[in-house]
């Protein structure tokens, strides 16, 4: 079984704060996804990697930063979280782009 | 307007009725994917069309490329099925899949 784990459930951060989400998958898949959800939006592509130091913005790149040293691992970060970026932050990772996505349990982010 | 739209945005239904969840988009695709989301975040992929139609116990999915609509369908449907459910497409040109904003769906006992 694909697993796809992500650093915490809940985070509760100030403005200003750096934040970092981590995600690793255990099924050596090339592709990993930054999503974020919100009421009435959908998921929405922050980031996505596609290989080992290699990363392409997706939709709504402003404000976010990502990090692929190691192909199981998917970390993005927000260097100075604002209170629009409270949210849901969901990592997936696939083996190839079209085929189907695994996703974590999701983040439940609020900046205060 | 959402290149993927889905139908109806809530729905309630009763145990054990027949459920039809609507998605059109206007994208040329390479695939579409449906998605289950059950309350507290986990998403778990249920289908993957790109022709046809797939069934899974008591779930059935089928999709008309030239319509561009896909509907997927839920048989004797039971509170544990309750749900956000989302179909994305795999976007024909940058493989990026684009997804609706999802049905919810509560089925009382």
């Known amino acids: 079984d694909v697993k796809v784990t992500q650093s915490s459930r809940y985070l509760v951060k100030r403005t200003g704060e750096k934040v970092f989400l981590e995600c690793v998958q255990d099924?050596?898949?090339?592709?990993m996804f930054w999503y974020r959800q919100d009421p009435g939006l959908g998921l929405r592509l922050i980031y996505f990697?596609?290989?080992?130091?290699?990363?392409e913005k997706g939709d709504i790149p402003e404000g976010y930063s990502v990090s692929r040293e190691k192909k199981e691992r998917f970390s993005l970060i927000l260097e100075s979280a604002s209170t629009n970026q409270t949210s849901m932050y969901l990592c997936?990772?696939?083996?190839?782009?079209?085929?189907?996505?695994?996703f974590g349990p999701g983040t439940r982010l609020l900046v205060l | 307007k959402n290149e993927v739209e889905q139908s109806p945005q809530n729905l309630t239904a009763q145990e054990g009725e027949f459920i039809t969840i609507n998605c059109s988009y206007s994208?040329?695709?390479?695939?579409l994917h449906w998605l289950q989301q059950h309350p507290g975040g986990g998403i778990v992929s249920l289908f993957m069309l790109s022709s046809g139609k797939k069934k899974h116990g008591r779930l059935i999915a089928t999709i008309n490329i030239q319509e561009k609509h896909s509907s997927l369908h839920i048989t004797a449907s039971h509170p544990r099925d309750s749900a956000v459910y989302i179909c994305?497409?795999?976007?024909?040109?940058?493989?990026?899949?684009?997804f609706g904003t999802g049905t919810l769906l509560a089925v009382q006992p």
């Open positions: 994208v040329g695709i390479s695939a």
């Open positions: 997936a990772s696939s083996f190839f782009l079209e085929e189907t996505q695994y």
């Open positions: 994305a497409v795999v976007d024909g040109a940058t493989n990026k899949l684009i």
């Open positions: 099924m050596d898949h090339e592709n």
């Open positions: 990697s596609y290989d080992v130091k290699m990363k």
